[in-house]
C-alpha cells in the first residue's frame, strides 16, 4: 500500500533525493487532505499559525524605530541642552512592540502543536504499516537495532523540518526583508544593500560549510546505527552470550564500533565550531561597515542619534535570527540525512501484494490442494519441486522429512508470505494469488514449534486472535487449551505478565497459550508447525491430546519431528529435497518398506534410550539408500 505524498512512489532501488523532493513529500502531513479527520482544524491551526508569525515579525522589525524616536526626544539634533519631558509614550510602545513580537510567537507555538504532533504520528503510523506489508524475507534480512534508530531519527526529523522551515526559515526570510525595506527607506538604498549582501554572504558561508560536514553526520549516523544493532542483538541472545562467556568480547566490539562513532562525531562537532567562528566573523564585518556608514551621515549632518541607533539595533536584530538561522540550516540539513533511512524503508517493495479488487477468501468446507507447486528462495536453488497433494476438508495431513526438505516452506506458502513461483494453491477452489491476503490468513490458525509471546499479559496474548473477545471467551479458549486452572491460580491471574518473548513461561504453557489462541480465532483450517518437538516426552503427550481435540472437524495440516505424533493422520507425505517421495497412511508406509518405514524402526529402536529427532533418522536413511 502506497501513501501518496509521503513517499516517492517508485519500485527501484532507494535513491539519493533531491531536498525539494524531501520537503515536498512533507508538506502533505502539513496540510493533510479534507477527507482525513480533522483535517479542516489543522489546516485552521496552520494559518493562524502563519498569520502570528506575520505579526510577530511586524511587532519585533517596528519595536525599533520606537526606540530611534525616544532617543532622538531625548537627544535635539542641534544638541542644544533643554528640558524635555521624558518620551513615555514612545518607550511604552517600545515595550509593548517587544512584547507582541514575543506574545505571538508563543501563540503561535502553542496553536502549531497539534499540527506537528499529528504530523508525527501520522508519519508514524504509516511507516509501521508500509513495514507490516512487506514480505517475510525483508523482515528475515531486517537489523531491528538499525531499523529502530532509523525509524526513531526520521520520526523526529520530521517534527524538526515541519517546525524549523515554518518557524524559523520564513520568518527570518520575512524579516530581512523588512529590514531591507526600512533601511532602503529611512536612509538610503545602499544601507539595505550592505544588510542584504552581508545576508547573502552569511546563508552562502553557511550552506556550504555545511553541506561539507554532512559526510561526518552520515558516517556518525552509520556507525550509531552500526553500534545500537551490536548492543540490541547482544541483548537479545543474553543466554547464548553467557552460556559462551563472551560478555567481554560483546563489550569489546560495542566499544569499538562506539570508538568509530566517537572519531566522526569529534570531527562533526570540531568542524561546527570552524563554521561558527566563519559566521560571527561575517556578523561583525557587516555591522562595522553599516555602524561607521550611520557614524558617516551623523557626523555629515544627515543622521541622527537615534539613526545611528537605530541602524545598530536592526543589524544586531538581524545578527540573532542568522545566528539561529546558522543552526536552523544545520538542523534541516541534518534532518533531511535522518529521514532519507525512513523514505528509503518506505520505498522497499511489496513482493507480496492482493490482486486490483481482490475479493475475500469464502471458505465452504477448508479444502487444501497444492497443484503441482514449485518454490524457491533463490532463483538458483529450489526449496519445492512440482508438489501436489489435497487435504479435503476436516482432514488431518502430516508432512515428515528431513531438515531442508520444504516443510516448513509449505506452510510460509499456506500463509501466503511467498508466493509461489510456479503452480498454485487453491483453498475451497480459490487460488489463494486471486483473493485478499487478510483473509487467506484469517482462515489459517497456527501453533508453532517456538511460540514467541508479545511482553504482556496472559489475557492479551490470547485475546490477541480477536481483541475483541469477551473476557467469558478468552476463558472458554483457555479451559479448551487445558491452562485455565494454571492461570487462575497465577496471584495475577489473566493479568500475569508473561515478560520478553513469553520467557516467564514454560515450553508448554506457551504452546497451551498458542492453542487457546487458535481456539479463538476459530479458524477452519490449522496448521502445526513442529508444535511438540521443543518439548520433554510427557508435556508432548499432554499437548498432542489438546491439539487432537483441537483439530477435531477441521481441516489441519501437521508438520511433524516425531513419528508418533502423526499416525492418526489421514495422509503422510515424505519430502526430501524438496519433493514427494512416499505418500499414504501409517499403516500403508510401514508395509512399503520405504524411507518412512525406515525412520519409523528406527526411533521405536532408539527410543528408549533417547528421543531421535525424525530429521536426524531420514537423514540416514537418504545417506544409506543413496549407498
Not at 344 to 369: F, H, T
Request: charged content about 20%; hydrophobic content about 45%; aromatic content about 8%.
Amino acid at each position: 500500500m502506497r501513501h501518496a505524498g509521503f513517499a516517492p512512489e517508485q519500485s527501484e532501488p532507494p535513491r539519493h533525493r533531491s531536498d525539494w523532493q524531501v520537503v515536498k513529500s512533507l508538506l502533505p502531513l502539513l496540510w493533510p487532505k479534507r477527507t482525513l479527520p480533522d483535517a479542516g482544524n489543522i489546516r485552521l491551526r496552520v494559518v493562524v499559525s502563519m498569520v502570528c508569525i506575520l505579526l510577530a515579525k511586524i511587532a519585533t522589525v517596528y519595536a525599533p524605530i520606537f526606540l530611534q524616536r525616544a532617543v532622538d526626544a531625548l537627544a535635539p539634533a542641534d544638541n542644544t541642552p533643554t528640558l524635555v519631558a521624558i518620551p513615555l509614550a514612545l518607550i511604552l510602545a517600545y515595550g509593548g512592540a517587544r512584547f507582541l513580537g514575543q506574545a505571538f510567537a508563543q501563540i503561535r507555538d502553542a496553536v502549531f502543536a497539534k499540527v506537528s504532533v499529528r504530523a508525527v504520528r501520522r508519519a508514524s503510523a504509516i511507516v509501521l504499516e508500509h513495514l507490516h506489508t512487506l514480505s517475510l524475507k525483508f523482515h528475515l534480512d531486517r537489523r531491528t537495532g538499525a531499523l529502530s534508530r532509523s525509524i526513531e531519527r526520521g520520526r523526529n526529523a520530521i517534527d524538526n523540518l515541519l517546525s524549523i522551515s515554518l518557524f524559523n526559515v520564513f520568518p527570518t526570510l520575512l524579516e530581512v526583508a523588512l529590514v531591507f525595506g526600512i533601511l532602503w527607506k529611512a536612509f538610503s538604498i545602499w544601507f539595505g544593500v550592505v544588510a542584504l549582501v552581508v545576508v547573502v554572504i552569511y546563508v552562502a558561508f553557511t550552506g556550504f560549510t555545511t553541506e561539507w560536514r554532512l559526510k561526518y553526520r552520515r558516517d556518525a549516523n552509520a556507525l550509531d546505527n552500526k553500534a545500537n544493532t551490536r548492543a540490541i542483538d547482544s541483548l537479545l541472545n543474553y543466554e547464548t552470550v553467557k552460556a559462551f562467556g563472551n560478555e567481554a568480547l560483546e563489550v569489546r566490539e560495542y566499544d569499538r564500533v562506539m570508538g568509530e562513532y566517537e572519531t566522526a562525531t569529534v570531527r562533526s562537532q570540531s568542524s561546527l565550531a570552524l563554521m561558527n567562528v566563519g559566521q560571527a566573523f561575517i556578523i561583525a564585518v557587516g555591522l562595522a561597515v553599516l555602524m561607521a556608514m550611520a557614524a558617516s551621515g551623523k557626523i555629515a549632518g544627515k543622521m541622527t542619534v537615534g539613526d545611528f541607533t537605530l541602524v545598530n539595533l536592526y543589524m544586531i536584530q538581524l545578527a540573532q535570527p542568522l545566528n539561529f538561522f546558522g543552526f536552523v540550516y544545520r538542523s534541516v540539513k541534518q534532518s533531511l540525512v535522518d529521514i532519507e533511512k525512513m523514505f528509503d524503508l518506505m520505498e522497499v517493495d511489496q513482493e507480496i501484494k492482493d490482486k486490483p479488487n481482490a475479493l475475500p477468501l469464502k471458505i465452504s468446507g477448508g479444502e487444501v490442494r497444492f497443484d503441482h507447486v514449485s518454490f524457491s528462495y533463490d532463483p538458483r536453488r529450489a526449496i519445492l519441486k512440482d508438489v501436489s497433494f489435497t487435504v479435503p476438508a476436516g482432514q488431518m495431513l502430516a508432512l515428515v522429512g528431513a531438515t531442508g526438505s520444504g516443510k516448513s516452506t509449505i506452510g510460509r506458502l499456506l500463509f501466503r508470505y511467498y508466493d509461489v513461483s510456479s503452480g498454485a494453491i487453491v483453498i475451497d477452489g480459490q487460488d489463494l494469488r486471486d483473493v485478499t491476503q487478510s483473509s487467506a490468513r484469517a482462515a489459517v490458525g497456527i501453533v508453532p514449534q517456538d511460540t514467541v509471546l508479545f511482553n504482556d499479559t496472559i489475557r492479551y496474548n490470547i485475546a490477541y486472535a480477536r481483541p475483541d473477545a469477551s473476557q467469558s471467551e478468552i476463558e472458554e479458549a483457555a479451559r479448551l487449551a487445558h491452562i485455565h486452572e494454571f492461570i487462575a491460580k497465577l496471584p495475577d491471574g489473566y493479568q500475569t505478565l508473561v515478560g520478553e518473548r513469553g520467557l516467564k513461561l514454560s515450553g508448554g504453557e506457551k504452546q497451551r497459550v498458542a492453542i487457546a489462541r487458535v481456539i479463538l480465532k476459530g479458524a477452519p483450517i490449522l496448521l502445526f508447525d513442529e508444535a511438540t518437538s521443543a518439548l520433554d516426552t510427557h508435556t508432548e503427550k499432554e499437548i498432542q491430546a489438546n491439539l487432537k481435540e483441537v483439530s477435531t472437524g477441521r481441516t489441519t495440516l501437521v508438520i511433524a519431528h516425531r513419528l508418533s505424533t502423526v499416525i492418526d493422520a489421514d495422509q503422510i507425505l515424505v519430502l526430501d529435497n524438496g519433493e514427494i517421495i512416499e505418500r499414504g497412511g501409517h499403516n500403508e508406509l510401514l508395509q512399503r518398506g520405504g524411507a518412512y518405514a525406515s525412520a519409523w524402526a528406527k526411533q521405536q529402536k532408539s527410543m528408549i534410550k533417547t528421543d531421535v529427532v525424525e530429521d536426524d533418522v531420514f537423514a540416514s536413511h537418504i545417506v544409506n539408500a543413496d549407498e
